[in-house]
């Protein structure tokens, strides 16, 4: 009973991680707005997975999130010679499939109780933007290449 509790918090936490930089990613990037609702949600009440509504928009905005995908995805895979990360779109490819990635774990939630290999995925999901970041604001050479817009941010 104590373990179930300890996942369940654990689960809120993550979401209320994923929620933050959501909320933060919507003040650049509107296409996380939807995210950070449908994840606050979660935080709120876990089973709102449940909801058809909440299934719905997860659903329709995850698909628009798979066209955005790919369609950079070809577009960067095409055209750039270097680190994807140091181009905006490649940036945003990986925000684009973060997304994706935790509103799928967020809809599974509801028909699996999350442990093992879902909560390690939620775990490392949560906190791969926040290292990212990290690395991002770290490397020199990466900041150099920004444009002038890029470099007033946090």
């Not at 499939?97 to 390690?120: D, E």
């Not at 970041?133 to 050479?141: A, R, S, T």
């Amino acid at each position: 009973m104590e373990a179930c509790r300890s996942v369940g918090l654990l689960w809120r936490l993550c979401n209320l991680l994923m929620a933050a930089f959501f909320g933060l990613a919507a003040a650049v990037q509107v296409v996380y707005l939807v995210p950070a609702a449908l994840t606050l949600l979660v935080v709120l009440n876990p089973l709102v997975t449940e909801n058809f509504f909440w299934r719905s928009l997860c659903d329709l905005h995850s698909a628009g999130c798979i066209i955005g995908t790919i369609s950079l995805a070809y577009s960067l895979f095409a055209y750039t010679q270097g680190n994807i990360l140091h181009e905006e779109e490649g940036r945003e490819l990986f925000g684009l499939v973060i997304i994706t990635t935790w509103m799928s774990l967020c809809r599974s939630s509801a028909k699996n109780p999350l442990g093992g290999i879902h909560l390690t995925a939620a775990i490392l999901v949560a906190l791969f933007p926040f290292v990212s970041w990290l690395y991002i604001y770290m490397n020199k050479e990466m900041r150099e290449s920004w444009p002038e817009h890029c470099k007033t941010v946090i």
